[in-house]
């Protein structure tokens, strides 16, 4: 008979159930809910209490909401027999923690805390800890701190130890009262069991762990400050668990809310970008896959640990089991194309839209694929939500330049296209240097199945032979694919993900493929793109982070 598993996508604004069956990957049903305080970036819900600025909260509540909801429908809307289905896992942003009490409650669910910000989930996205990253960096590089490189010679403000210090900065009584600072995902893996169980890829990734070094000094940390000498102890463990382990067993009280059978496998929780790799064949060295969405998140395997400037992390098993996955990135991309389109194309293109049957980006595409290259005269600087990769920086913002009075909306809307691809460009051109293959592009996500216009960009400017990935929802069938993991053969899934993803992945047969002259002509724009790129990015002229501090100052006014 067959088995089925169900994978269970946190996004940045919904979560989504698939059911999967696992002996070939398809989609038996799905189910998507919008998390009900969404990304909390202003007030705090039902408070007068304001937010500052590059602020991102979400709601711990929503998640477990989300969860209950969507498997509970997917499980409905299947037909299928409870009694086969065998597993169930997470996957999440990164990162994205929230301080908890050893019984699991988020401080946030505390009457004492309710109304204080940092008792709540930081999403990934959020920014307002550069400071405290900055310092962690200058620390870091006056220490001479060997592990650096390997986070390409930076820590982001996204990532945990910079959120933990902006904790300790400014809400203390956060810091002391919780018992654990943690990632979402293992927090609603937690909730799912019954065991606080921490994953090793978001811990070496995002909290400066080494399976074979640890944690740095209690020195360093003690330099960050002085209350987070044993912050390790205290507040992070020093136990993880590998992706496609188990975590444990679904409890009764959980299955019943969902109407699955309690006992099934729930795995070790996953990070979404990391989780994509597997049921989109990125299985061995060679390819870059590209996670497409509201920000991109890049995963290339490797066989040995080199640094490579800017890169967000490398961690041995951290996507596929015996290699070393590298994880780079771009802060906003579909977030770019939204922001065009919520704030700059005119009320005629919605009409015109609306008339003809289609969506407004559809549209926009349409109109920006009749432009031969280079005619719109625009170039931009893809950091509307600042630099992940190569200059770790979200202190950076966005440019659009050579606008005149003729520019079209079109025009903007390619040349932001054009401006994530040669960012994308940028970061592969530092892994190639630094010694790591990459003969072609992997993607998936929304994006690339939405925009064909997009995907012979991207070809185009990389040079790139792109594959994309049949499985449209590919987190949430990653994590389904590690479900069968954690279930093992013996009850009908697999014993190994690299088993799983020569069953389930799925790819579509054509390719896109760099047309030569195209290529020829966006290598003359990109090298334009370069030159901004250094005078803005590397210190040579810092008149964004100049007009960043400005407005921060006139906004407390």
Known sequence: ??????????????????????????????AVKDYPDGVIDDFLPNTNIELGIDWALQNANDYIECFIDTVKRTVADSGVDVNDIIGVSIDFTSCTVLPVKNDGTPLMNLPEFKNNPHAWVKLWKHHAAQSHADKLNEIARRRNEPWLKYYGGKISSEWVFPKLMQIVDEAPEIYDAMDTFMEGTDWVTWQLTGNKVKNSTTAGYKAMWDAETGFPSKDFFKELHPKMENVIEEKIGTEFHPTGSKAGELTAEMAAKVGL???????????????????????????????????TCDIILGDKKIPVRGMCGVVKDGAIPGYYAYESGQNAVGDIFAWFVDNAVPGAYFDEAKERGLNIHQLLEEKAS?????????????WWNGNRSILVDTNLTGLLLGMTLETTPEEIYRALIEATAFGKRRIIEEFESSGIEINGLTVCGGLPHKNQLLNQIYADITGKEITISEHLQTPAIGAAMFAAVAAGSENGGYDSIEEASKKMAKLRKEKVKPIPENVEKYTAIYEEYKILHDYFGTGVNDVMKRLKAIKNNASKE
């Open 1 to 30: 008979m067959p088995k089925y598993t169900i994978g269970v996508d946190f996004g940045s604004l919904s979560a989504r159930a698939v059911l999967v069956d696992v002996s070939n990957g398809n989609v038996i049903s799905s």
């Open 261 to 295: 059978n309690p006992g099934i496998a729930v795995a070790v929780g996953n990070v979404d970008a990391h989780v994509s790799a597997a049921p989109t064949g990125v299985i061995k060295p060679g390819t870059m896959l590209n996670i497409m969405g509201t920000s």
């Open 370 to 382: 009749q432009l031969n290259i280079g005619e719109s005269g625009l170039l931009a600087l893809d």
